[in-house]
């Protein structure tokens, strides 16, 4: 193999390896996501659990076959994941609403950087399909179909074909129109490279437009949104709890302490802290309080437990986050007696 052809090679070895590396990233890091709250949202929870068996499995065939075909859907399938979470961040799916969160954006841009490094790979024929003479690159070479018109007799006016009509295996072979064979044979590296690099500045540009829009991964925008104008009661599943002023559940934090909350950064996004100073509405019988969190915003507590909603929520009667064990311990619902 000359020196080039193993230059190509390596070129497509490390693009495989790396695509299915990043693939793989992707799925371990929605195996966190999942195990940290979204395995309890209904309809989420379980395209989060396919999401990661698939991108395990594409990952693992992609390391152990050279296939176009199994690159071109790994490429797919990071670009379709993320299509998924920027629907789900800008306008919601399935009565759920993704926050912006660190753990989100890092799997975006790999999710982008997974496609790129795949489907140049698909795109592009393996060096030894080029050096064989069947990878379009071979078909449109210029010194290639000179060669072969003037076996044809196409250049001034001569012809090296084989008297009495006979032609060489090659000229035998069918002949495909320039681009006609793409699908199978592949693209030129720099056509590749080219539709790569848009599809991908697309992407980012359209991940970039929809964290700007949505909200923060700090609590302050969450907490406001999630607090509700008062405090009153709702009968869920037979037991009366408290919910905020749209109805929504509210949470305590067995870490917790009167006088200081341990849910913050990442924490706070999927169970927004609840702003205070709120009043009790009919039914609430316990004791109202604030205390000031780690970013100076102040939370309501309810005879001393600081309140959060949960992001698995996505109505009023729902409690999806009741006795989860996520992000350092337990949460509960708030029960309200009398």
């Given amino acids: 193999m000359s020196t080039e052809l193993k230059s190509a090679a390596g070129l497509r070895l490390l693009l495989r390896v790396m695509g299915a590396a990043l693939l793989i990233?992707?799925?371990?890091?929605?195996?966190?996501?999942?195990?940290?709250g979204y395995r309890t949202i209904p309809?989420?929870?379980?395209?989060f659990l396919f999401q990661v068996i698939a991108a395990f499995a594409l990952g693992g065939l992609i390391l152990v076959t050279r296939s176009r075909l199994v690159a071109a859907l790994g490429a797919g399938f990071a670009l379709s994941t993320l299509g998924g979470y920027l629907l789900t961040v800008?306008?919601?799916l399935f009565?759920?609403?993704?926050v912006r969160t660190t753990a989100g954006i890092v799997a975006g841009i790999i999710e982008v950087l997974a496609f790129a490094a795949l489907g140049y790979y698909a795109a592009t024929p393996a060096a030894e399909a080029v050096a064989s003479g069947t990878g379009s690159a071979r078909l449109v070479a210029p010194e290639v179909a000179a060669a072969a018109a003037a076996r044809r007799g196409g250049v001034g006016g001569t012809s090296d074909a084989i008297p009495g009509g006979a032609h060489t295996a090659a000229d035998r072979r069918p002949r495909s129109l320039p681009g006609s064979d793409w699908l199978t044979a592949g693209v030129s590296k720099p056509v590749a490279a080219l539709g790569a690099a848009v599809v991908s500045v697309v992407a980012l540009g359209l991940l970039a437009g929809a964290l700007a829009a949505a909200g923060g991964n700090g609590s302050g925008g969450a907490s406001s949104a999630a607090s509700g104008a008062g405090l009153k009661t709702a009968s869920i599943a037979g037991t009366?709890?408290?919910?905020?002023?749209?109805?929504?559940?509210?949470?305590?934090?067995?870490?917790?302490?009167?006088?200081k909350s341990v849910c913050n950064g990442s924490c706070a996004v999927y169970w927004p802290p609840v702003t205070g100073p709120l009043k009790a509405g009919p039914g609430v019988t316990g004791a109202l309080a604030t205390i000031k969190r780690a970013d100076g915003s102040l939370q309501e507590t309810y005879n001393g437990h600081p309140l959060y909603?949960?992001?698995?929520d996505s109505g009023p009667g729902q409690a999806h986050g009741n006795n989860l064990n996520l992000n350092g311990g337990l949460w509960h619902v708030v029960p309200v007696n009398g």
Wanted: hydrophobic fraction near 40%; aromatic fraction near 14%.
């Fill in 25 to 36: 990233a992707t799925a371990a890091i929605h195996v966190d996501l999942y195990l940290t």
């Fill in 43 to 47: 309809t989420i929870g379980p395209l």
């Fill in 90 to 92: 800008q306008f919601g």
């Fill in 95 to 98: 009565g759920f609403r993704e």
């Fill in 240 to 259: 009366t709890v408290l919910v905020n002023g749209t109805g929504r559940t509210l949470y305590w934090f067995a870490p917790d302490t009167s006088g």
């Fill in 309 to 312: 909603t949960y992001v698995g």
